[in-house]
C-alpha cells in the first residue's frame, strides 16, 4: 500500500474535520497507520506553537486509538507507544475543567495547507505545501460577530485566485469583511510566489475581528508576515450611504486606496446589510471612474437564501453595476485535503460599465 494513502490525513487534522469524515482504507497495517499518526502528527513541530482546540484533538485521538486498537485485534506482539494514550489521557484532564467551566467552545489553530508544485519547505514547515494557519472560534457567532472563523465561501474564492493568480499578483487589493484572514493569507502567498507583494488591505468592521486578523496574518508561520505592504484598516460599509455622516470619510478612504481589485466572501447574508455593501463596492469602483481602468470586485456569496441573494443582484442591478458569474470548481477545493463542502457559492465579477462590456467578459 503506498504511503499517499494516507497523505490526506495530516492536512485534515490540520484543518479539524471531523475524524469521522478521515478515510482510513480498511486493509491499512498496524505499523504504517502508527508510525503516521506518531511521527507525522503526535510529534508535528507545527502543532507546538500552533495547537487544533483541546477538544478537536481529544475526539481526534479518541478516534485514533480505537482505529489503533481495532488493528491489534489479538496479535499481542503489536503496541500502541505510549505518548498517544498519555496525549490523549492529558486532553481528558483539560476537557473535564472545560466541562466544569461552562466555557464557550474552545478556539484553537487552524491550517488550512494546499499542494504547491515543488517540494520547498514553506514558512509553516510544510514540504509540498503552502500553508495558512489562524486562531479561529468554533463558534459561527461569537462575541456578536460571524467574523471569529473562516466561511466556505472564502474557500470558493482562495480556489478562484489560485486559478486566477493575475488577479492578484498584478493588482492593488482590497477586502471587504475580512475576518480573520484566510484570504489574506492565500493572496500574499500568490503575491509573494510571483514576487510582486502589491499593495494587499484587509478591511472589516469589528475590532476585535480586525485585531485577531492582524495577529493572524503576523503569525511567524504565515507567509503574510514577512509581506512587506499589507495592511489592516476599519472600514464600515454603511459610511458609503450617502446620507451616513461618514459618508466623506468614506469617500476620502476610496481616493486614497483605489484598490484594482476589490474582494469579499461571504459578505450578503443580512438583507439590511446589502444597500451599504453595494454602496461601498460602486464608491470603490467610481474612483477615477473617467479612466479607462480594469477595476472590479470579486465577491464570492454562499446562498443560504434565496430572497437575500436576489436582494443583493437586484441592488446591484439598479445601481447600473454589471454582475458576470464566475465558475469555479468548488469539486477541486483542497484546503484540508478532505473535499470542503462549501454549499452554494457564487463569484460575482462586478464592474461599472455598460451593458456591452457584460459580452466581452466570460
Ligand atoms: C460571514 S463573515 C465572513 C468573514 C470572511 N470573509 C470569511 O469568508 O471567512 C462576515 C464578515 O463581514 C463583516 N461585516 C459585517 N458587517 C459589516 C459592515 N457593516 N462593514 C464591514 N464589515 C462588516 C463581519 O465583521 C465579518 O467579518
Same mark, same amino acid.
Given at each position: 500500500?503506498?504511503?499517499?494513502? !494516507? ?21 491499512? &497495517?498496524?505499523? $504504517? ?5 506518531? *511521527? $507525522? ?7 507546538? &506553537? ?12 479518541? #478516534? ?17 507507544? @505510549? ?31 494546499? &499542494? ?14 503552502? %500553508?495558512?494557519? !489562524? ?12 467574523? !471569529? ?13 489560485? @486559478?486566477?493568480? $493575475?488577479?492578484? #499578483? ?17 493572496? +500574499?502567498?500568490?503575491?509573494? *510566489? ?8 484587509? %478591511? ?7 485585531? =485577531? /486578523?492582524? +495577529?493572524?496574518?503576523?503569525?511567524? /508561520? ?19 450611504? &450617502?446620507?451616513?455622516?461618514?459618508? +466623506?470619510?468614506? /469617500? ?33 469602483? +467610481? ?37 458576470? *458569474?464566475?465558475?469555479?470548481?468548488? *469539486? =477541486? ?5 478532505? $473535499? ?23
Amino acid at each position: 500500500m503506498a504511503e499517499a494513502d !494516507l497523505d490526506h490525513v495530516l492536512p485534515s487534522y490540520l484543518a479539524l474535520v471531523p475524524p469521522t469524515r478521515i478515510f482510513i482504507p480498511s486493509e491499512i &497495517p498496524f505499523e $504504517k497507520l502508527h508510525r503516521s499518526l506518531l *511521527e $507525522k502528527i503526535l510529534l508535528l513541530a507545527h502543532a507546538n &506553537p500552533y495547537p487544533p482546540s483541546p477538544d478537536y484533538q481529544q475526539a481526534f485521538w479518541k #478516534w485514533a486509538i480505537n482505529l489503533l486498537e481495532g488493528l491489534i485485534a489479538n496479535d499481542t506482539d503489536l503496541e500502541i507507544d @505510549e505518548r498517544i494514550y498519555e496525549r490523549y489521557t492529558s486532553l481528558m484532564m483539560l476537557g473535564h475543567s472545560h466541562l466544569a467551566s461552562f466555557a464557550p467552545p474552545q478556539k484553537g489553530y487552524v491550517t488550512y495547507v494546499w &499542494p504547491k508544485d515543488d517540494q520547498a519547505v514553506n514558512h509553516g514547515g510544510f514540504e509540498g505545501y503552502h %500553508s495558512a494557519t !489562524l486562531l479561529e472560534s468554533r463558534a459561527l457567532v461569537e462575541q456578536g460577530t460571524t467574523g !471569529l472563523r473562516t466561511w466556505g465561501a472564502s474557500f470558493a474564492l482562495a480556489q478562484y485566485l489560485l @486559478e486566477n493568480p $493575475k488577479e492578484v #499578483w498584478e493588482n492593488t487589493v482590497l477586502e471587504l469583511g475580512s475576518g480573520t484572514g484566510f484570504l489574506g493569507i492565500v493572496t +500574499s502567498v500568490i503575491q509573494t *510566489e510571483y514576487n510582486t507583494h502589491t499593495q494587499l488591505w484587509l %478591511s472589516d468592521v469589528n475590532s476585535e475581528v480586525i485585531q =485577531r /486578523c492582524w +495577529s493572524n496574518l503576523r503569525l511567524p /508561520c504565515n507567509t503574510s508576515s514577512s509581506h512587506p505592504s499589507l495592511d489592516v484598516l476599519s472600514l464600515d460599509w454603511s459610511w458609503a450611504m &450617502p446620507d451616513s455622516p461618514e459618508h +466623506s470619510q468614506a /469617500c476620502a478612504l476610496a481616493q486614497n486606496l483605489h484598490p484594482d481589485v476589490i474582494i469579499g466572501a461571504d459578505v450578503v447574508f443580512d438583507p439590511s446589510l446589502v444597500p451599504p455593501l453595494v454602496a461601498t463596492i460602486k464608491l470603490l469602483l +467610481s474612483v477615477d471612474a473617467e479612466r479607462p481602468s480594469d477595476r472590479h470586485a470579486l465577491i464570492a456569496l454562499t446562498i443560504r437564501n434565496q430572497t437575500t441573494f436576489d436582494l443583493f443582484m437586484e441592488t446591484i442591478r439598479n445601481e447600473g453595476l454589471i454582475i458576470v *458569474e464566475k465558475a469555479v470548481n468548488t *469539486e =477541486r477545493l483542497l484546503f484540508g485535503s478532505n $473535499k470542503v463542502d462549501v454549499g452554494d457559492v457564487r463569484i460575482l465579477y462586478i464592474t461599472l460599465g455598460d451593458v456591452e462590456d457584460q459580452k466581452t467578459i466570460s
